[in-house]
């Protein structure tokens, strides 16, 4: 099993631009949240999906939007890009029945120019 | 609102000696807390949680709800537990959900 996969690891973007990150959970889990970590910070709760519908969000501008697919596989998708949106993008899974047990994967680290 | 503060930024310690990172937390509800700790080129990864009163890997925290801490202990520091460590928050029946300070960098000298 290979945890949590996400990709792409690196990304870099202009000011203005749309960017798509995309996760894989764990094998078995049903839950997708995400987080962004900017640099010398916690990870900071964006949102979390499960069931294919956004059920909790943090505090976080419409800009930043996500989907999950049948197969439990989630994207989360930020328009018109700030400088301020720099930062590493976490992926975290889990199952209904875990919910305290979150996997991390490794990150997609966004910069943008 | 949430918070969670680790006032420690970076703690060295020299191994074999006692260690606490300090957690401190706001929430007006019953809180769930967690700490999570990242080894080096290594994903974030969970330590323990307070509801399951364990010791991972010889490391301890008590919920101290009077004093609103969660401070992570182990009595022998030992130089793999240098890492990145995380203290988190969430609120009882959202535990997905996380609230994380700003984190501790824990260096056990030789």
């Known amino acids: 099993d290979a945890g949590v996969t996400q990709s792409p690891t690196h990304l870099i973007k202009t000011r203005g631009q749309q960017v798509t990150l995309r996760c894989s959970p764990k094998s078995g889990h049903d839950t997708v949240s995400w987080y962004q970590q900017a640099l010398g910070q916690g990870p900071q709760f964006i949102f979390q999906?499960?069931?294919?519908?956004?059920?909790q969000r943090g505090n976080f501008p419409d800009r930043f939007s996500g989907h999950q697919f049948p197969n439990y596989s989630s994207e989360l998708n930020v328009n018109a890009l700030l400088l301020g949106d720099s930062a590493l993008y976490l992926c975290?899974?889990?199952?209904?029945?875990?919910?305290?047990?979150?996997?991390f994967g490794s990150g997609t680290q966004l910069s943008v120019l | 609102a949430q918070r969670v503060t680790q006032p420690e930024k970076l703690l060295s310690v020299f191994k074999g000696a006692p260690v606490e990172l300090k957690c401190n937390y706001s929430?007006?509800?019953?809180?769930?807390l967690f700490w999570y700790v990242q080894y080096s080129r290594q994903r974030l990864q969970l330590l323990l949680r307070?509801?399951s009163r364990e010791s991972i890997k010889g490391f301890t925290a008590d919920l101290n709800k009077g004093e609103t801490s969660f401070h992570l202990k182990k009595p022998f520091a030992q130089e793999e537990d240098s890492a990145m460590y995380y203290c988190a928050l969430s609120r009882s029946g959202s535990a997905r959900q996380l609230t994380f300070g700003s984190g501790t960098q824990l260096t056990v000298l030789p």
């Open positions: 975290a899974s889990s199952t209904t029945g875990r919910a305290e047990k979150l996997f």
């Open positions: 999906y499960y069931e294919e519908e956004e059920r």
């Open positions: 307070h509801i």
């Open positions: 929430y007006s509800g019953s809180p769930e």
